[in-house]
């Protein structure tokens, strides 16, 4: 979150975007996934720009430089940053003055996690950083005694965990005021599940379909379908509704008001969920033998809408769709997402093709979840690629990515969405992240050399094009200056 995360929105400014959507921004956990976070609130240590710190006289230029981080600009090193960052945070906590009025304040107005979320950290530490289902039984199960015995014994570490969200939140509240002034907003994203190794799950065990140890019972999933005959196993405690239910979603609204906080629009992973959900039994070795369960449904998108009338969000709504899900997305007002990649079986009348699609929704080239659009034209099944390059009036030999970039921008959709791998023309060596897979994901980064300004000229001159760097209709989520970005 330091100087190159501002000269990114100096280069979004000269662009012509509105939006910058970032992924989960969540502490990582399993297989550096940031859709299996420690916790639903807190953030992570990693974004912390050690170069701010040392303009605190919290670190030494010379002691940044001690600590090894990967050499590697294209790529995140997961595992430099595991073994060395929070040795470097923990020399700046350790400077951090014992009452500073700004800690204090974050502590008290954000105590309703961040108690729970310090003590859990504090705890994983003291555990060798095992699950906390491998924890002894007293403070698995979160027995007073254990806990009271646990704060003492650990009050250093406790401190350790909630200074550095301080420090996170410290800088991304600059990053998001600096790029307000320019003119830019962030969306973020919700997932809609908690890790299965998380304060969350810990702390609140009633609102999940847990057992007696706080061990689930059913996890979370995707069915068998034509690209995995297995199904997806995501592996992911599920919620207990009724509960959630008779507290008037007090904690899905707590978490939803937060996130709300952090971004200016939120992408709630898996609407679909809400409707219904695929429930697997736990120990299962794929998802073949899941089961589709009711979700709360109408319920709960009217409580949102009642206690956060102001909330933007973006529906995830991928994957199968029933008449259902679309009529609980139509009650919601919510704009629902269309892929471009998603759009060319030649063989039907798909809904992500851009004559089909309606204002209230935002359309993207590709997520995060699939390849760059050059790696698609070099993979996808050739009937597809052929229907594609006729409907996007694209040659056998034109640029296939950029015809699919000026059909997003074109189309009537209030916001539109362009990975910068696709701007760059970058092939599947630049993907995010592959499902269903755990290693090798979440690592790609820009370099700043290629964000030249020749790059932004040609970003803005596709964006101006198509009117939208100019007009303010409506956007994603809500109010906000529709754009690409």
């Known amino acids: 979150m330091g100087k190159e995360a501002f000269q990114f929105v100096d280069f979004l400014k000269k662009a012509g975007q509105r939006y910058w959507q970032i992924l989960p921004v969540g502490p990582t956990g399993c297989g550096d996934s940031p859709y299996q976070s420690f916790s639903a609130f807190a953030a992570n240590p990693y974004l912390i720009d050690p170069g701010l710190l040392a303009e605190r006289g919290l670190l030494t230029r010379g002691e940044i430089g001690r600590f090894d981080f990967g050499d590697d600009p294209g790529q995140v090193d997961y595992g430099a940053l595991f073994a060395n960052r929070f040795g470097l945070l923990r020399l700046a906590a350790g400077r951090f003055p014992v009452e500073d009025a700004g800690f204090e304040a974050f502590r008290r107005s954000n105590a309703g996690w961040l108690e729970d979320y310090a003590l859990f950290m504090a705890l994983k530490e003291e ?17 007073a005694p254990a806990l009271e015995a646990a704060r003492a014994r650990l009050a250093g570490e ?14 991304w509240r600059a990053l998001k005021n600096y790029a307000h002034r320019n003119g830019v907003f962030l969306i973020g994203d919700l997932p809609i599940y908690v890790s299965p190794d998380s304060a969350d799950l810990w702390a609140h065990s009633g609102l999940f379909q847990v057992d007696g140890d706080r061990r689930p019972t059913e996890v979370a999933g995707c069915p068998p379908d034509a690209f995995t005959a297995e199904g997806q196993l995501w592996g992911n405690p599920l919620y207990r509704w009724e509960k959630h239910a008779a507290t008037g979603y007090r904690w899905w609204v707590r978490r939803l008001s937060s996130a709300a906080r952090v971004y200016d629009v939120v992408r709630i992973d898996h609407f679909r969920g809400f409707e219904s959900y695929y429930a697997v039994p736990a120990g299962s070795r794929n998802a073949v033998h899941g089961i589709w369960r009711k979700g709360p449904g109408a319920d709960f998108v009217d409580t949102v809408k ?22 609980l997305l139509a009650r919601s007002g919510f704009p629902g997402m269309k892929v471009l990649q998603f759009a060319f079986d030649p063989n039907g009348e798909s809904e992500y093709l851009p004559h089909r699609y309606t204002r209230n929704c935002v359309v993207y080239t590709g997520t995060h979840d699939n390849t760059t659009a050059e790696g698609w034209r070099l993979s996808a099944p050739e009937e597809e ?11 056998p030999d034109g640029d296939l990515t950029g015809a699919l970039i000026r059909a997003a921008q074109a189309s009537v959709a209030d916001t539109c969405i362009i990975p910068l791998q696709d701007y760059l ?9 592959t499902p269903g897979t755990v290693g090798g994901n979440w690592r790609w980064r820009v370099r700043s050399e290629q964000l030249t300004p020749g790059l932004a000229a040609g970003i803005r001159g596709v964006t101006e094009l198509y009117g939208r760097a100019k007009h303010r209709r409506r956007a994603a989520g809500k109010t906000k200056p529709s754009s690409a970005g």
């Open 127 to 143: 555990n060798g950083m095992v699950s906390f289902q491998e924890w002894p039984a007293g403070i698995r199960l979160r027995k």
């Open 425 to 433: 023309r970058l092939g599947a060596e630049a993907r995010i992240n």
């Open 158 to 171: 406790i401190r350790f965990w909630k200074v550095t969200q301080y420090l996170f939140f410290t800088q």
């Open 385 to 395: 690629v052929a229907f594609a390059r006729r409907y996007l009036g694209a040659g």
């Open 306 to 327: 009642r206690k956060l009338p102001r909330l933007s969000v973006i529906a995830e709504d991928l994957g199968f769709l029933t008449d259902d899900v679309r009529r």
